[in-house]
């Protein structure tokens, strides 16, 4: 075989785009295309195409790897080189690596098709979002898992089963995600009995913490602090210091969410008629917002000098290679955490991204600002999801107390 393999030079002219456009290192540029070239001889000589490749596959490969001068293992720093390479080759040809492992059991079929077909439902009837979906999908699972392990049929599942499952389940859970755990079982035992996999609805039965309307005191920053932050965070021109005030504009002028940002795409702000266009994550709604100077300037700035240079058209991306977009599932607790710990503030509550959030909401509402404006621009679909920040002017509500009479003695 020709030391060239000019018939592997396709896919490795691929990996290589692919690392130029992520911005990967001259290291790994040099050194992954180096080392999948063996990696093809040897599927070449096994006659194994390269779209069939499984992770027990890979493995035997990695394990065969040997020093050729002393004949023994690959050092652990050589193997995960090695890994690393092989496993972005095969993302770039097979889409999706490591690959999902498929249900091979009976109960494990069985249990796949029917959190499917429940995502399925949540999807397509309810219309429900995928963080939703997501923690549903999960309970789901986690029943089903139980009872298999517990050797007990879901057909004849009884109140008593169910209560020690949830006593082992969410013990350790705090008041509020006991009553969100709660309220997903409910969900999960109503789609069992309605497609008729549990006989008995065992939904009504289940019983969470009383969670009262707008009984939670939501956590702000103090204005103050947050001008430090903001003025220390003004000083670093670094990618990433260009990045953070950016996205820390965005937070204290809209109050967005940390996931409404990291959904934000090029197309989505209109320069010429400074519109910026907002998905709401929770509700799915659009929102048209002004795009106003501050936070225009400090996009402007980051697009022009800190965001690397790729072909992705999401606005906000990692600092460092692979430059792609912030994960979703990812929260931007350490934008806002980091930059205030920076300057020695250290809020009694939270301090992430919904800090800021519920400090917007208490300056529009200082400022004369109605609950349904505000709602609009925090995204909410009734007044009720923002009535809770009235909480918060604490200052405010003590301005309009009425004074207690006073008796005068006789």
Same mark, same amino acid.
């Given at each position: 075989?020709?030391?060239?393999?000019?018939?592997?030079?396709?896919?490795?002219? /691929?990996?290589?785009?692919?690392?130029?456009?992520?911005?990967?290192?001259?290291?790994?540029?040099?050194?992954?295309?180096?080392?999948?070239?063996?990696?093809?001889?040897?599927?070449?000589?096994?006659?194994?195409?390269?779209?069939?490749?499984?992770?027990?596959?890979?493995?035997?490969?990695?394990?065969?790897?040997?020093?050729?001068?002393?004949?023994?293992?690959?050092?652990?720093?050589?193997?995960?080189?090695?890994?690393?390479?092989?496993?972005?080759?095969?993302?770039? *040809?097979?889409?999706?690596?490591?690959?999902?492992?498929?249900?091979?059991?009976?109960?494990?079929? @069985?249990?796949?098709?029917?959190?499917?077909?429940?995502?399925?439902?949540?999807?397509?009837?309810?219309?429900?979002?995928?963080?939703? #979906?997501?923690?549903?999908?999960?309970?789901?699972?986690?029943?089903?898992?139980?009872? +298999?392990?517990?050797?007990?049929?879901?057909? *004849? $599942?009884?109140?008593?089963?169910?209560?020690?499952?949830?006593? /082992?389940?969410?013990?350790?859970?705090?008041?509020?995600?006991?009553?969100?755990? @709660?309220?997903?079982?409910?969900? *999960?035992? #109503? !789609?069992?009995?309605? +497609?008729? !996999?549990?006989?008995?609805?065992?939904?009504?039965?289940?019983?969470?913490?009383?969670?009262?309307?707008?009984?939670?005191?939501?956590?702000?920053?103090?204005?103050?602090?947050?001008?430090?932050?903001?003025?220390?965070?003004?000083?670093?021109?670094?990618?990433?210091?260009?990045?953070?005030?950016?996205?820390?504009?965005?937070?204290?002028?809209?109050?967005?969410?940390?996931?409404?940002?990291?959904? $934000?795409?090029?197309?989505?702000?209109?320069?010429?008629?400074?519109?910026?266009?907002?998905? +709401?994550?929770?509700?799915?709604?659009?929102?048209?917002?002004?795009?106003?100077?501050?936070?225009?300037?400090?996009?402007?700035?980051?697009?022009?000098?800190? #965001?690397?240079?790729?072909?992705?058209?999401?606005?906000?991306?990692?600092?460092?290679?692979? !430059?792609?977009?912030?994960?979703?599932?990812?929260?931007?607790?350490? &934008? &806002?955490?980091?930059?205030?710990?920076?300057?020695?503030?250290?809020? @009694?509550?939270?301090?992430?991204?919904?800090?800021?959030?519920?400090?917007?909401?208490?300056?529009?509402?200082?400022?004369? &600002?109605?609950?349904? &404006?505000?709602?609009?621009?925090?995204? +909410?679909?009734?007044?009720?999801?923002?009535?809770?920040?009235?909480?918060?002017?604490?200052?405010?509500?003590?301005? *309009?107390?009425?004074?207690?009479?006073?008796?005068?003695?006789?």
């Amino acid at each position: 075989m020709s030391r060239s393999d000019p018939e592997f030079e396709p896919l490795l002219k /691929k990996l290589r785009k692919h690392l130029l456009e992520y911005g990967y290192g001259v290291g790994a540029r040099f050194n992954y295309p180096h080392v999948a070239r063996p990696f093809l001889r040897h599927l070449a000589k096994r006659k194994q195409a390269i779209e069939s490749v499984t992770a027990a596959d890979v493995a035997r490969y990695l394990d065969s790897l040997k020093l050729k001068r002393y004949r023994r293992p690959f050092p652990d720093h050589s193997r995960r080189m090695h890994r690393a390479s092989i496993h972005m080759l095969l993302r770039l *040809v097979q889409g999706e690596w490591p690959p999902p492992v498929p249900p091979t059991s009976n109960h494990q079929c @069985a249990t796949h098709s029917m959190v499917t077909a429940f995502d399925t439902w949540m999807r397509e009837l309810r219309g429900l979002s995928p963080e939703t #979906r997501r923690g549903r999908r999960a309970t789901m699972y986690e029943l089903l898992v139980w009872l +298999h392990e517990q050797n007990k049929s879901l057909e *004849v $599942l009884t109140i008593d089963e169910l209560d020690v499952y949830m006593a /082992k389940r969410y013990a350790a859970l705090r008041r509020n995600s006991k009553a969100e755990a @709660a309220s997903n079982l409910r969900t *999960v035992l #109503r !789609y069992l009995h309605e +497609h008729g !996999y549990l006989a008995r609805d065992l939904a009504p039965l289940v019983r969470g913490p009383t969670m009262y309307a707008l009984e939670g005191i939501p956590s702000m920053l103090r204005p103050e602090d947050v001008q430090r932050a903001l003025a220390a965070l003004k000083q670093d021109r670094s990618a990433v210091g260009r990045r953070d005030f950016a996205i820390w504009m965005l937070l204290i002028t809209y109050g967005l969410r940390g996931g409404e940002i990291k959904a $934000l795409r090029l197309p989505d702000i209109d320069w010429r008629h400074e519109r910026l266009r907002i998905r +709401h994550g929770k509700t799915g709604a659009y929102s048209d917002l002004p795009l106003l100077r501050k936070p225009a300037n400090a996009l402007l700035d980051y697009l022009r000098h800190g #965001r690397p240079k790729t072909s992705s058209q999401t606005v906000f991306l990692r600092a460092q290679a692979p !430059y792609r977009p912030l994960a979703i599932s990812t929260p931007l607790h350490g &934008v &806002v955490s980091r930059r205030l710990a920076a300057v020695g503030v250290v809020p @009694a509550g939270k301090h992430g991204t919904h800090a800021l959030r519920h400090a917007r909401a208490v300056s529009l509402l200082r400022g004369g &600002v109605s609950l349904k &404006v505000i709602g609009d621009v925090l995204g +909410h679909r009734s007044e009720r999801s923002t009535a809770v920040y009235l909480k918060l002017a604490t200052e405010d509500l003590r301005s *309009v107390a009425l004074d207690l009479p006073v008796r005068i003695q006789s």
